[in-house]
């Protein structure tokens, strides 16, 4: 039987609901999510997946670094591999008044905990080749990056690395997703 009562009620199982429904439980509340279609099939399932501190607003850092906290512990938290990738960030400055603000940001942001490096002339040429000449200024978050939102959708799991057997190859393709 579906349950009438509970410590809390969530309407919505997107990645707040969800989110929220998870650490409620796990302080031992009793909680009823509610979701009037599927899990994870609006925003939380279909956004780029990047997990980003820098450019916000300077006192939302504190959450943002809790949760970029919370992006390292998920797969202990859910035993769920949702590929966080901390690949670091770049924000970029086109012309000197940009690079200017990138670095009253960084200056700002130190306070807050976000340590951000700035890389301009010959040293951005040798460590990101791929930007165009044009870039004068790069803001780097090293332990920034992007996680995987379709691993949040329903109906799509990311694929466990095949079991290696006997004599197989090396060729397995754990990135690949497949529905079930
Ligand atoms: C294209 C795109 C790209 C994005 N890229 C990024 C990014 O790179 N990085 C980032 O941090 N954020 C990104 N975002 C934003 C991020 O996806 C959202 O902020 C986040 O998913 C919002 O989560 P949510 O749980 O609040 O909402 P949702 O994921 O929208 O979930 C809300 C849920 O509530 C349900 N619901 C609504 N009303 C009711 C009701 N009355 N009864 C029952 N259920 C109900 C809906 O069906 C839905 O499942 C992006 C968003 C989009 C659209």
Redesign the pocket.
Known sequence: MIPRQADAII?????????TAFFLRQHGMSVIL???????????????????RQGRFLPQLPLANRSREIWGQLPELLGEDVEFLPSGHLRLAFREADAAQLEAYARDARPYGLELELISHNALRERFPFLSPEVVMASYSPVDG?GQ?AARRPGLRPRRPPRRRHGAGEHGSPGHRQAR
């Open positions: 309407v919505g199982g997107g990645i707040m609901g969800a989110a509610l979701e009037r279609d599927l899990l994870g099939q609006a925003a939380s399932g279909v956004n780029f997946g990047n997990v980003r992007h939102s």
